[in-house]
């Protein structure tokens, strides 16, 4: 079994090195497993795909389901925090024009990210159970709950 991934370094310089590494390698695997699938893609394979030694890629990911969690993390956090934003802000706009850019941000975050929710729509069986997977899925189900809100503020929700 492999060893865990080595401890981010603490220099800010070195850490954002790191961390933008990581995000590569995560939109590189994403894209190996929605080509392969995920239960057909090998470690070696997703190196092989970043350009580095299989040793290497354990450097950042200790197995390949921290790759697969890492693609929906990426998937859903950053569409979440924008969705925070935009629903929770201090002014928000008319609920309609609300709804609108929720629906922009969602199409789009989707449209960038194919991979991620390519994989994330084949690996849906692996996700929806599991202690491991409490994170992702909670972070879907507050994205839901947010476009239901704005559904309900303009009155096209569930229907009486």
């Not at 197995?63 to 929906?72: D, N, P, T, Y």
């Not at 950053?78 to 934003?85: F, I, N, S, Y």
């Not at 972070?139 to 229907?159: Q, T, Y």
């Amino acid at each position: 079994m492999p060893a865990m991934p080595a401890v981010p370094p603490s220099r800010p310089a070195l850490r954002e090195r790191y961390d933008r590494r990581q995000d590569e390698l995560v939109a590189a695997a994403a894209r190996e497993f929605a080509a392969r699938g995920y239960d057909q893609t090998t470690m070696a394979q997703l190196a092989q795909a970043t350009g580095l030694a299989t040793g290497a890629l354990y450097h950042y990911f200790g197995s390949k389901e921290q790759l697969l969690r890492a693609i929906c993390d990426q998937l859903m956090e950053p569409l979440l925090a924008r969705a925070v934003a935009l629903c929770g802000g201090e002014a928000p706009p008319a609920p309609e024009d609300r709804l609108r850019e929720l629906v922009r941000l969602w199409v789009g975050h989707v449209c960038a990210h194919r991979d991620h929710m390519l994989v994330f729509q084949q690996e849906r069986h692996q996700i929806e159970s599991g202690e491991r997977w409490r994170g992702v899925r909670a972070s879907r189900k507050r994205f839901e709950r947010l476009v239901a809100a704005e559904l309900d503020a303009v009155g096209i929700g569930n229907p009486p």
